[in-house]
């Protein structure tokens, strides 16, 4: 059974920093990429924030603009992704993602 349980969101001030984690379970980790969707509302669709290969390439949607970084450590089955220079448009639920699996998401919100 695949499991994807995402953490670290939570309340902070624009400008501030927030690193999120998901770590993944039932899959052989080493071997998949591993993706960041964030949501800002139920009516919109998942949006790709970054991906990161097996092999470690990496890439980011166009509005990270060089604010997030995407890293795994396969010791852990963990991916994180470390978000700077926060702003209140990043306020969203992210969710973790590999193949078709996904986790429940982790609210993130920026107050200005």
């Known amino acids: 059974q695949v499991q994807l349980v995402e953490s670290g969101g939570g309340l902070v001030q624009a400008g501030g920093s927030l690193r999120l984690s998901c770590e993944i379970s039932?899959?052989?980790?080493?071997?998949?990429?591993i993706a960041w969707y964030r949501q800002e509302d139920p009516e919109k669709q998942r949006e790709l924030v970054a991906?990161?290969?097996?092999?470690?390439?990496?890439t980011y949607g166009a509005f990270v603009e060089g604010r997030f970084t995407i890293s795994r450590d396969n010791s852990k089955n963990t991916v994180y992704l470390q978000m700077n220079s926060l702003k209140p448009e990043h306020t969203a639920i992210y969710y973790c993602?590999?193949?078709?699996?996904w986790g429940r998401g982790t609210q993130v919100t920026v107050s200005s």
């Open positions: 993602r590999t193949f078709h699996h």
């Open positions: 039932g899959i052989t980790f080493r071997s998949r990429a």
């Open positions: 991906n990161i290969a097996a092999v470690g390439k990496t």
